[in-house]
C-alpha cells in the first residue's frame, strides 16, 4: 500500500459509535466522532472538521495541528459562531500568539478560539456528554481525553424501595437521582507508557479506545521510547488493564505494511487482547 493510500480517510463504526478520521505516525492524526459533534486532533484540518465547533487538541505537533489556524480562518469565512479548540495548557500562549499573527496577516478577526483545558478537568458539551483530559507522557506536553455520555438514574440506596416512598422523599426536597458517566470513547493522544499509571480507569472501560501505537516491529523499541511513542509489546504487557470494547490502535507507522502490522496484533498481543483490537488502517 502507497503512502498515499495510507492517509485515506477511514469511516468505522464501533461499539456503536462512528469513528471518521486520518491517522499515520508522523503525517496527519484527526478523528471526528459526528453524533458527538466533536474532534480529536485537527490534522491538516479537511473541510469535514471545518464546521464541528468543539476540537480536543492533544499537542503541538503539526501532525495533529497544523490546521488550527485554517479552522479558525474557515469557520470565519463560513460565518460560523464560535468554536472551541482546547489544549494543554503550556501550548495556550503560543498558540494565542500564532493565530495573532495569522489574524494581522489577513486582517480579520477569528471567532474560534484556543482555551486552556487543564489535567483532570471536565468540560461539559451538552447536559449528556463530558469530556475530560489528563496528561499523556510525550516529547512536548499532551493531553488525552475521555468522552463519557452522562446519565441520571435513581439513587443507588433508593433501588428497591416503592415508588410512594421514592415521591414522599422527593417531596421532602431530597435528591432521588444521582449523575452517572458512561465512558464512551476514549483517545490516548501521542504518548509514551507513561500514560497507563496516569489515564483515569474510565480509559481503560470506555467502549473504544483511540490507542496510540505507532511501532509494532521488535526493532523499533528503542526509536518509540527515544520519540516518547508506544510500541505493541508495551501494549501486550499490560493486556490485562483494557476493559474497552474495541482497542483502536492509531497512529500507526509508515515504515510497517499493513499486512506485517495485522500480523504482529495477532501475533503479539494475547488472544483475549487481540480479538478486540483493530488497527487504524484503510481496508
Ligand atoms: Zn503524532
Ligand atoms: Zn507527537
Redesign the pocket.
Known amino acids: 500500500m502507497s503512502p498515499e493510500a495510507r492517509e485515506r480517510r477511514i469511516e468505522a463504526t464501533w461499539a456503536g459509535l462512528p469513528v471518521r478520521g486520518v491517522s499515520v505516525a508522523g503525517r496527519e492524526t484527526w478523528f471526528h466522532l459526528p453524533t458527538l459533534h466533536f474532534a480529536f486532533d485537527l490534522g491538516r484540518a479537511p473541510t469535514a472538521l471545518v464546521s464541528v465547533p468543539n476540537v480536543f487538541l492533544?499537542?503541538a505537533?503539526l501532525?495533529?495541528a497544523a490546521g488550527l489556524a485554517y479552522w479558525c480562518s474557515q469557520r470565519r469565512l463560513l460565518r460560523l459562531p464560535g468554536g472551541t479548540a482546547r489544549t494543554h495548557p503550556a501550548a495556550v500562549p503560543a498558540w494565542t500568539k500564532l493565530l495573532a499573527l495569522h489574524e494581522a496577516l489577513e486582517a480579520v478577526r477569528y471567532d474560534a478560539r484556543v482555551e486552556a483545558m487543564e489535567s483532570g478537568a471536565r468540560v461539559s458539551l451538552r447536559r449528556d456528554l463530558e469530556v475530560e483530559a489528563f496528561e499523556a507522557d510525550?516529547?512536548?506536553p499532551?493531553l488525552g481525553f475521555v468522552a463519557s455520555e452522562i446519565r441520571n438514574r435513581l439513587r443507588e440506596d433508593l433501588a428497591g424501595h416503592l415508588p410512594g416512598e421514592i415521591r414522599d422523599a422527593a417531596a421532602r426536597g431530597e435528591a432521588v437521582a444521582e449523575k452517572v458517566a458512561i465512558p464512551l470513547v476514549a483517545y490516548s493522544?501521542?504518548t509514551g507508557a507513561g500514560v497507563f499509571a496516569r489515564a483515569p480507569r474510565s480509559f481503560f472501560t470506555a467502549k473504544v479506545l483511540l490507542l496510540e501505537c505507532s511501532f509494532v516491529e521488535e526493532s523499533d523499541r528503542e526509536r518509540s521510547e527515544k520519540?516518547?511513542?508506544l510500541h505493541l509489546d508495551e501494549i501486550a504487557e499490560r493486556a490485562d488493564l483494557f476493559e474497552n470494547e474495541v482497542v483502536v490502535l492509531t497512529h500507526l507507522t509508515l515504515r510497517t505494511s499493513p499486512g506485517d502490522i495485522r500480523k504482529a496484533i495477532a501475533r503479539r498481543l494475547p488472544p483475549r487482547l487481540a480479538a478486540r483490537t483493530v488497527p487504524f488502517l484503510p481496508e
Request: zero cysteines; charged letters at 30%.
Open positions: 492533544s499537542h505537533h501532525d495533529h510525550h516529547r512536548v499532551t493522544g501521542d520519540w516518547r511513542h
